[in-house]
């Protein structure tokens, strides 16, 4: 099995990369915006209103994302208080034109006003990967599940070797009926570049994992072929923002719950 130090050392060269990548972009898309921007003053054309609109609209979407790449790379997220309501409504709203007629979705929040000192973007990523894989693992249909809650975790969850402490924690959990995935699957799920799809990047996961892990949380996935997949990504809620966790990840479980 691929050593902690070698998956370290290779996800260092990738947020190298990301971060090179991510500073050309940003400076690309500034002007981009500013054209956006300008064509806005055009009021009496609706056209050039609407392209300006579209234009800035992409390019702040862009900046964003090239900003979660950075902090990504960078690993140290900025933080401020999260309301999982407001996180999932816009959730719903980004994953609108992704979700199949066949495929139902549904969410729920316990309690209702449930909030979380985090980094906003890079748990709405986690949550749009989750989603987006569940979406793909049911090309027949079936039932798509986000959901969040507190959750006290103790030492037997938190098996030997993990770097967590005994705690409260924030669950975002993702759950689907779709294929499952097999032994070797789960065994390479966080390798970079893995995916079984054709048009897939394999960074889905990978990503998860280090937004997670910024954040001192862990990760833990069960999996039945045939049955379905849940994912339950686990955030400390102890008041002062634990140091990031070099590698938090639960064993993958091959059973349901
Ligand atoms: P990608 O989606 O681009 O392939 P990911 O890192 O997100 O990259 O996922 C890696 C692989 O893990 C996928 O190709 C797929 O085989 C598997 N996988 C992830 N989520 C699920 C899921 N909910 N159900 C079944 N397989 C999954």
């Known amino acids: 099995a691929e050593s902690e130090l070698m998956r370290t050392q290779r996800f260092e060269s990738l947020a190298m990369l990301a971060g090179g990548i991510s500073h050309d972009l940003r400076n690309l898309l500034q002007p981009l915006l500013l054209a956006g921007d300008s064509l806005l003053d055009y009021r009496d054309d609706p056209r050039l209103a609407r392209l300006g609109s579209l234009i800035r609209d992409c390019g702040r979407r862009g900046l964003d994302m090239v900003q979660s790449m950075l902090s990504l790379a960078r690993g140290a997220p900025r933080t401020e208080e999260i309301r999982l309501g407001e996180l999932f409504a816009a959730l719903q709203l980004l994953l609108q034109g992704s979700v199949p007629k066949s495929v139902q979705l549904s969410t729920r929040i316990d309690p209702p006003e449930l909030s979380f000192e985090g980094n906003y973007t890079e748990l709405q ?84 994992q280090r937004i997670v892990a910024s954040h001192g949380g862990m990760i833990r996935v069960q999996s039945q072929s045939g049955l379905g997949t849940r994912f339950d990504l686990y955030f400390p809620l102890n008041s002062c923002p634990a140091e990031p966790v070099p590698q938090a990840e639960m064993v993958a479980s091959r059973q349901g719950r």
């Open 125 to 208: 990523q986690c949550l749009l990967n989750l989603s987006l894989n569940a979406i793909q693992a049911m090309p027949d249909g079936g039932e798509l599940k986000i959901s969040t809650g507190r959750e006290y975790l103790d030492v037997d969850f938190i098996r030997a070797g993990e770097a967590v402490r005994e705690g409260h924690f924030l669950r975002l959990t993702v759950t689907d009926t779709g294929t499952g995935m097999s032994a070797e699957v789960l065994r390479r799920l966080y390798e970079p570049f893995f995916t079984t799809k054709a048009e897939g990047t394999g960074l889905g996961l990978l990503s998860c």
